[in-house]
């Protein structure tokens, strides 16, 4: 039996107007015998004034099943501070396909530094 996960929207993200923003949460989804899709999936951290944290890993297994996403983003940035990290996006799809839109693992500031990105 194959089961289908769809899932539009997930966002354990972190965000700051005036203060410093802590990290993006793990997202991780695993489809044992089945397909993964989504739309929208975001584990980033933005700060407006200050520094923001980490972005979060995000993972996506589907064995003997395909992955079809949108958006994946586990960036990091600032307007106006230091950007943390961006963070490692893993997808893996066993005998099958993987077919994605837009993926963000990056790191920028305004006028601040800006950390890593990640493959």
Same mark, same amino acid.
């Given at each position: 039996?194959?089961?289908?996960?769809?899932?539009?929207?997930?966002? #354990? !993200? #972190? &965000?700051?107007?005036?203060?410093?923003?802590? +990290?993006?949460?793990?997202?991780?989804?695993?489809?044992?015998?089945?397909?993964? $899709? @989504?739309?929208?999936?975001? #584990? +980033? #951290?933005?700060? &407006? @004034?200050?520094?923001?944290?980490?972005?979060?890993?995000? @993972?996506?297994?589907?064995?003997?099943?395909?992955?079809?996403?949108? &958006?994946? &983003?586990?960036?990091?940035?600032? +307007?106006?501070? /230091?950007?943390?990290?961006? @963070?490692?996006? *893993?997808?893996?799809?066993? =005998? !099958?396909?993987? $077919?994605?839109?837009?993926? /963000? *693992? %990056?790191? !920028?500031? /305004?006028? %601040? =530094?800006?950390?890593?990105?990640?493959?």
């Amino acid at each position: 039996m194959l089961i289908a996960a769809f899932l539009h929207l997930i966002n #354990s !993200s #972190s &965000y700051s107007e005036f203060g410093t923003a802590g +990290n993006g949460g793990e997202i991780r989804l695993d489809a044992g015998r089945g397909d993964i $899709k @989504t739309g929208f999936l975001a #584990s +980033n #951290s933005r700060s &407006y @004034t200050q520094t923001g944290g980490d972005g979060a890993k995000i @993972t996506l297994t589907a064995n003997n099943g395909s992955i079809n996403t949108d &958006y994946l &983003y586990s960036y990091s940035s600032s +307007n106006s501070g /230091n950007a943390g990290q961006g @963070t490692a996006i *893993a997808l893996s799809a066993l =005998n !099958s396909s993987i $077919k994605t839109s837009d993926i /963000n *693992a %990056g790191s !920028s500031s /305004n006028s %601040g =530094n800006a950390g890593n990105g990640e493959q």
